[in-house]
């Protein structure tokens, strides 16, 4: 993933590790979906369920896609045509099928956005921590995302994961021989990023999006004896904590 003449940061001897998230933590993502799914809902303009019943239906698709292919903007685009097809009383033709994949064109194409004092806090971050980015997903978009992004250097390892669960974080700190109590995770998402990381000891900093998938969507935990839970409006007061 890092190319020879890229000066990575390396692991500290001494310090914390500091585990982050990639979208909608690093860098905008959820918000370019959100547009998709507002054109792909306008352009169905059902005439018996209302916008919202067809949100629900899609967020169902989507769980259902996403347990039998994984993440990512294939993942999205089949949920989206299964979607149209169970609620719509004409058959899907194949004009109407171009309509829908084109809905999702423009995530694709959309240029790394990165969210306000994301650089500056990693490039100070990791002269001090040992950083590895945590993300899910497809792992050649989140690959190709990364390094688009610009942040690669920042960090000393790369996990792309099929799923952020207490397993996959337990296999995590295994692999990468840390120690839990110094070890934090941080992310906008309670169910893939803090409650997790919580539920196997670890230290977890919780930084909300106003665009949170709502398939993220849970009640934040509170930490176990001998953890701590931060919740920082943005990305820059790490800078001042850690």
């Known amino acids: 993933m890092t190319s020879s003449n890229e000066e990575i940061s390396k692991p500290k001897s001494g310090g914390l590790t500091l ?23 306008s352009y169905l303009d059902h005439r018996v369920h209302s916008p919202e019943e067809v949100r629900e239906h899609l967020n169902l ?32 033709t194949p004009e109407k099928h171009g309509r829908i994949i084109a809905f999702t064109e423009a995530i694709a194409a959309q240029e790394i956005e990165l969210l306000p004092g994301v650089e500056e806090t990693l490039r100070e971050l990791c002269r001090r921590h040992t950083l590895i980015l945590v993300t899910k997903g497809n792992v050649e978009e989140q690959t190709d995302k990364l390094q688009r ?8 390892g790369v996990e792309v994961l099929a799923e952020k669960n207490p397993a996959a974080y337990a296999a995590l700190l295994e692999k990468h021989q840390l120690d839990r109590s110094k070890t934090w995770m941080t992310g ?35 930490p176990g004896a001998g953890q701590e839970l931060l919740e920082l409006s943005t990305i820059r007061e790490l800078l001042s904590r850690f």
């Open 19 to 41: 585990l982050f998230d990639a979208d909608d933590t690093l860098w905008e993502n959820n918000i370019y979906f959100e547009r998709a799914i507002a054109a792909f809902i």
């Open 188 to 222: 906008n998402s309670p169910r893939s990023d803090i409650n997790p990381a919580l539920a196997v000891g670890m230290n977890a900093i919780f930084i909300p999006h106003d665009f949170t998938w709502v398939l993220e969507h849970e009640v934040v935990d509170q």
């Open 149 to 156: 992004s610009g942040l690669r250097p920042y960090f000393s």
């Open 61 to 92: 698709c989507e769980r259902a896609t996403i347990a039998a292919h994984g993440y990512g903007l294939k993942s999205f685009r089949r949920s989206l045509v299964d979607c149209f097809e169970q609620l719509s009383d004409e058959p899907i």
